[in-house]
């Protein structure tokens, strides 16, 4: 036997298909009116979800039969001329900025895990002492001003 359900069922269902009944689904259209019925909290939930229903209209009108032919004709026709690899190939020839762009951001990477490497030697041939710290600590005695510009 199913359970009644919720109020928050009722509303994460009413803030997923609105306010209309019509676009519930057909499986969960009885159990909402129920719970409208029953629940005096409902109606609140209903009230907001009209008020979000009637600002999309006003600010999203339905798409022309014309538009809506147009995307799914288009849709038709990429999903026609692809194949499951197509999806998840990488393009052979990726555009000069891409290949760019790549290039910059491998070499970054090298360096810093190159630096992460070389600075400790560095420091420790520098200053002589393994400890990062009393390195850290040489180099900005010798190198740092210490009284103010």
Same mark, same amino acid.
């Given at each position: 036997?199913?359970?009644?359900?919720?109020?928050?069922? %009722?509303e994460?269902?009413? =803030? =997923?298909?609105?306010?209309?009944?019509?676009?519930?689904?057909?499986?969960? +259209?009885?159990?909402?009116?129920?719970?409208?019925?029953?629940?005096?909290?409902?109606?609140?939930?209903?009230? +907001?979800?009209?008020?979000?229903? @009637?600002?999309?209209?006003?600010?999203?009108?339905?798409?022309?039969?014309?538009?809506?032919?147009?995307?799914?004709?288009?849709?038709?026709?990429?999903l026609g001329?692809e194949?499951?690899?197509? &999806?998840?190939?990488?393009p052979?020839?990726?555009?000069?900025?891409? +290949?760019?762009?790549?290039?910059?951001?491998? @070499?970054?990477?090298?360096? %810093?895990v @190159? @630096? %992460? &490497?070389?600075?400790?030697?560095?420091?420790?041939?520098?200053?002589?002492?393994?400890?990062?710290?009393?390195?850290?600590? &040489?180099?900005s =005695? =010798? %190198?740092?001003?210490?009284?103010?510009l």
């Amino acid at each position: 036997m199913k359970q009644a359900m919720s109020l928050k069922q %009722f509303e994460a269902l009413v =803030a =997923a298909y609105g306010a209309t009944p019509d676009n519930w689904p057909d499986n969960e +259209r009885t159990p909402m009116l129920s719970v409208l019925d029953s629940e005096p909290n409902a109606a609140g939930i209903m009230a +907001r979800a009209e008020r979000l229903d @009637g600002v999309l209209d006003h600010y999203l009108p339905p798409a022309s039969a014309d538009l809506q032919s147009r995307i799914l004709s288009d849709m038709e026709a990429m999903l026609g001329n692809e194949t499951d690899t197509d &999806i998840i190939a990488f393009p052979q020839n990726p555009p000069r900025r891409a +290949r760019n762009a790549w290039a910059i951001v491998t @070499g970054l990477a090298a360096c %810093f895990v @190159g @630096g %992460f &490497i070389a600075a400790p030697l560095v420091l420790d041939a520098m200053t002589g002492s393994p400890d990062l710290m009393a390195s850290l600590d &040489i180099i900005s =005695a =010798a %190198f740092l001003p210490t009284e103010p510009l």
